[in-house]
């Protein structure tokens, strides 16, 4: 019989979904709803790649089998268009930014329309259409207007080759995320969002079903830690130097204080001082450091400067000399008491020739710094610390805080390591910020009629390091027009991960041109129940979008404080064990084999390589395998069968339903694709109904949805497959009705046998005798005993003749 042409059937269905609006979703229709959301990509390229592939259809899969599940699926899809590349496209060619995304979102349209996934494509977006970003300049102004956004001047990572801003999140081991060069640092006028102000609500993670690792991510990022702020009053005049500590119970043996060289204290104490020159010189060779480098221990990496100035430690009068160092951070209050209970400490003092001070030893026993090699950072027993020599140091610890408290020298207090989001970006191809400065400089909120604040056209989009947005004269133009003579634009743009922050909640009323969102669609369909993708996004796409959502729950703008209930993370699709890149030249293009193998073969070879959340290397040997199988559940399905054995056919079907359905339901494709070419595999042995073709169609759909069509056409059923459902499947069916035993005769087995689970044991002692090699055995002695377990073992010992 004929094979299976899988392009010609897969352009078939697609035409037939498409005409006949088989996914499109009701939104008015809430019964059993089920949002299923991916990732939505970047057009970078004009063109899917594996990596796309493997997100986007096992992530339809899903789709498909809450379908069959009986859930009302809206599963939209669109694009995340403002960005870099498209920019940097247009500084080498010329073709302005919007020209290019139109382009390559139309051929990754058609790309993944060809993937046969349930896209609700009339529920679209794009964050740089200004229908789009029209919504995400509200949400900024709603932040704006209730004190969550904010400018001032800043010291902030700068990408000398991209030319622009980078947030803390966007900075990888000192390097720019995006080009790899290496970050340096920058005081400019910012704009930040006020996410330290939900560092606490972000930290509950609790009714969420997402990856521990993720949360743990998040939580680490946010840093949260109980402490105590030491008020150490400096030697000249009335000022306080505050340092955050999670080790009060050390106090005792402070010998110095470093401040962060970003504090703006240091620049008040050197001003016109002989320290100035130094300060500054080592300052600039700290900023060119990453905060790995600064923060990591070795003494050769401490760098440092004396300020010329000393505070006093409260509890014991002891004079302390100020340095600035690059450990130091502008975390908490940006000034560290430093002691010999901290490595970094140590090694800056030794380098500085700073004396040093144990308070804490094993016993309590005196203890000297000259002695050790090394910080001392176990627990102990205290001793040169006043009233508390002799306690324990953790017991210590709260009573030291309380001792603090009442003389007026500290108090408890909680630190988030979280700083506010920077959203300011010096780049064309972005969400312009809708701020406006009157002719004394003071911000104001462009109003919401003259939203969308549209992106100018008439720039130069080479980077000079200040946005090209500055030297659009339309813009300065449209601004004094409006508001009037003097009036000046912000020229800054948002970062990207703004206008993905809250795209899920536009999804559903992306047609909706007089608000961002409909609150009544949103009370039926939020909170996403699935988002699919990278786990790199823990802590900037995922923390960013948790804050959004929780800030516009605050402000009364939605009903629900969470946007995503269960989180899922894809794996990484490899090439030679090594990250597909274009730089490296090992983009696999999915193109040719979708066009040879047809993509039900594509999307089940990438779901076979491994679970789905590890990922695996490509190689395309493989998928000649996954072909045949596909053709040969064809022909099983178009040649007429009969059951050989009716009991054992029973059994499988049931084993297979079962099986697969526990699968999908921790979404193991690997195992649910195995366990139909099993299950093939058995049918010439025990034969099928012509009913249960039907069943594996069914079993099928979310796998392979265009094969499973097909079939399910072929054997005369009517209307989608959809409407069957998944099957289901008896428990008790599952069972076998029969097992097989190894025969064991003085320990070592001499056959096997076939019997009845609940077979007595006169009739498994006959069984095993009907055995020749069992025979040959058992007649060489005499049998003295028997054991036997039901369904588990049955074993001879016998006394030799």
């Given at each position: 019989m004929e094979s299976y042409q899988a392009r010609k059937v897969e352009e078939k269905w697609q035409k037939k979904w498409l005409d006949g609006d088989v996914y499109k979703v009701n939104l008015d229709d809430s019964a059993e709803k089920y949002y299923n959301l991916?990732?939505?990509?970047?057009?970078?390229?004009?063109?899917?790649?594996?990596?796309?592939?493997?997100?986007?259809?096992?992530?339809?899969?899903?789709?498909?089998?809450?379908?069959?599940?009986?859930?009302?699926?809206?599963?939209?899809?669109?694009?995340?268009?403002?960005?870099?590349?498209?920019?940097?496209?247009?500084?080498?060619?010329?073709?302005?930014?919007?020209?290019?995304?139109?382009?390559?979102?139309?051929?990754?349209?058609?790309?993944?329309?060809?993937i046969g996934a349930m896209w609700n494509w009339e529920q679209s977006v794009k964050t740089s259409d200004p229908s789009y970003y029209k919504w995400t300049q509200w949400v900024f102004l709603e932040l704006f207007k209730n004190d969550l956004a904010y400018k001032k001047k800043a010291p902030v990572n700068w990408c000398p080759s991209c030319k622009t801003v980078l947030a803390n999140e966007q900075v990888q081991n000192g390097s720019c995320e995006r080009c790899k060069s290496e970050v340096t640092k920058r005081d400019l006028n910012q704009w930040f969002f006020k996410i330290s102000d939900y560092a606490e609500k972000l930290l509950d993670h609790d009714g969420l079903d997402w990856p521990a690792k993720t949360v743990t991510m998040q939580k680490n990022w946010i840093g949260r830690s109980e402490g105590c702020n030491?008020?150490?009053?400096?030697?000249?005049?009335?000022?306080?130097?505050?340092?955050?500590?999670?080790?009060?119970?050390?106090?005792?043996?402070?010998?110095?204080?470093?401040?962060?060289?970003?504090?703006?204290?240091?620049?008040?104490?050197?001003?016109?001082?002989?320290?100035?020159?130094?300060?500054?010189?080592?300052?600039?060779?700290?900023?060119?450091?990453?905060?790995?480098?600064?923060?990591s221990e070795g003494g050769k990496n401490k760098l440092g400067a004396f300020l010329g100035k000393y505070a006093i430690n409260p509890v014991n009068g002891r004079k302390l000399p100020v340095y600035i160092a690059n450990f130091a951070l502008m975390y908490g209050t940006g000034i560290v008491m430093a002691d010999a209970h901290d490595q970094r400490d140590f090694e800056f003092a030794n380098k500085y020739d700073i004396p040093l001070e144990f308070v804490i030893s094993e016993d309590g026993s005196v203890i000297k710094p000259e002695d050790f090699k090394g910080a001392y950072t176990?627990?102990?027993?205290?001793?040169?610390?006043?009233?508390?020599?002799?306690?324990?140091?953790?017991?210590?610890?709260?009573?030291?805080?309380e001792f603090l408290q009442n003389s007026g020298n500290g108090e408890a207090t909680i630190n988030y390591k979280l700083r506010d989001w920077?959203?300011?970006?010096?780049?064309?191809?972005?969400?312009?910020?809708?701020?406006?400065?009157?002719?004394?400089?003071?911000?104001?909120?462009?109003?919401?009629?003259?939203?969308?604040?549209?992106?100018?056209?008439?720039?130069?989009?080479?980077?000079?390091?200040e946005s090209p947005i500055a030297n659009s004269k339309e813009?300065?133009?449209?601004?004094?027009?409006?508001?009037?003579?003097?009036?000046?634009?912000?020229?800054?743009?948002?970062?990207?991960?703004?206008?993905?922050?809250?795209?899920?909640?536009?999804?559903?009323?992306?047609?909706?041109?007089?608000?961002?969102?409909?609150?009544?669609?949103?009370k039926k369909w939020m909170p996403v129940d699935m988002y699919i993708g990278g786990p790199e996004h823990a802590c900037m796409h995922l923390l960013y979008a948790r804050f959004v959502n929780m800030a516009l729950h605050d402000l009364g703008h939605i009903d629900f404080k969470e946007p995503f209930k269960k989180l899922v993370h894809q794996g990484m699709v490899t090439k030679d064990g090594a990250k597909m890149s274009k730089s490296k030249g090992n983009v696999v293009s999915p193109d040719s084999f979708v066009e040879k193998y047809g993509s039900d073969v594509f999307r089940m070879y990438l779901m076979f390589m491994g679970p789905f959340t590890a990922g695996g290397d490509w190689n395309d040997k493989g998928i000649t395998g996954i072909a045949r199988f596909v053709d040969k559940f064809w022909k099983m399905v178009c040649t007429e069968n009969e059951v050989k054995d009716e009991k054992a056919f029973i059994t499988a079907i049931h084993k297979l339903i079962k099986k697969m359905t526990r699968d999908m339901d921790n979404m193991h494709y690997n195992t649910v694709i195995a366990a139909m070419m099993e299950f093939l595999n058995l049918i010439p042995k025990i034969g099928?109904?012509?009913?249960?073709?039907?069943?594996?169609?069914?079993?099928?759909?979310?796998?392979?949805?265009?094969?499973?069509?097909?079939?399910?056409?072929?054997?005369?059923?009517?209307?989608?497959?959809?409407?069957?459902?998944?099957?289901?499947?008896?428990?008790?069916?599952?069972?076998?009705?029969?097992?097989?035993?190894?025969?064991?005769?003085?320990?070592?087995?001499?056959?096997?046998?076939?019997?009845?689970k609940d077979a007595s044991e006169d009739e498994a002692v006959a069984a095993a005798k009907a055995v020749e090699n069992v025979m040959k055995y058992l007649v060489e002695g005499e049998i003295i005993k028997v054991i036997y377990v039901p369904g588990r073992i049955l074993g001879f010992v016998i006394k030799p003749n």
């Open positions: 991916v990732m939505f990509p970047y057009p970078s390229g004009d063109r899917l790649h594996i990596g796309h592939w493997y997100n986007y259809g096992p992530a339809d899969s899903w789709g498909r089998y809450m379908k069959m599940q009986g859930k009302n699926v809206f599963q939209p899809m669109g694009y995340d268009s403002f960005g870099l590349p498209a920019e940097n496209y247009a500084i080498k060619t010329g073709v302005h930014p919007s020209e290019s995304i139109e382009t390559n979102t139309a051929k990754m349209t058609d790309q993944m329309s060809k030491i008020h150490f009053p400096m030697e000249e005049g009335e000022d306080l130097l505050s340092c955050y500590t999670t080790r009060p119970d050390t106090i005792y043996s402070v010998t110095f204080i470093v401040m962060a060289p970003e504090h703006p204290l240091v620049d008040e104490f050197v001003k016109g001082t002989k320290y100035e020159a130094e300060v500054e010189k080592v300052r600039k060779e700290i900023s060119k450091q990453s905060i790995i480098e600064r923060t176990g627990d102990g027993i205290l001793f040169n610390s006043g009233g508390f020599n002799g306690m324990n140091n953790r017991e210590a610890l709260p009573k030291i805080v920077l959203i300011s970006r010096q780049r064309y191809w972005g969400a312009p910020i809708p701020v406006v400065y009157d002719p004394e400089g003071n911000a104001h909120p462009v109003p919401e009629e003259h939203l969308p604040w549209v992106l100018p056209t008439d720039v130069d989009f080479k980077p000079t390091g813009l300065v133009e449209r601004t004094e027009k409006i508001f009037g003579k003097g009036w000046r634009p912000e020229v800054d743009t948002m970062d990207t991960f703004m206008c993905s922050s809250w795209y899920y909640l536009r999804y559903l009323s992306s047609g909706d041109e007089g608000k961002a969102f409909d609150k009544e669609v949103m099928m109904d012509e009913g249960s073709k039907k069943v594996l169609a069914r079993l099928m759909e979310p796998i392979a949805p265009h094969l499973a069509e097909e079939c399910w056409e072929k054997l005369g059923c009517k209307g989608s497959i959809f409407e069957a459902g998944w099957p289901e499947y008896d428990e008790a069916l599952t069972v076998d009705a029969t097992v097989r035993l190894g025969v064991q005769i003085n320990g070592k087995v001499r056959g096997d046998i076939e019997l009845a």
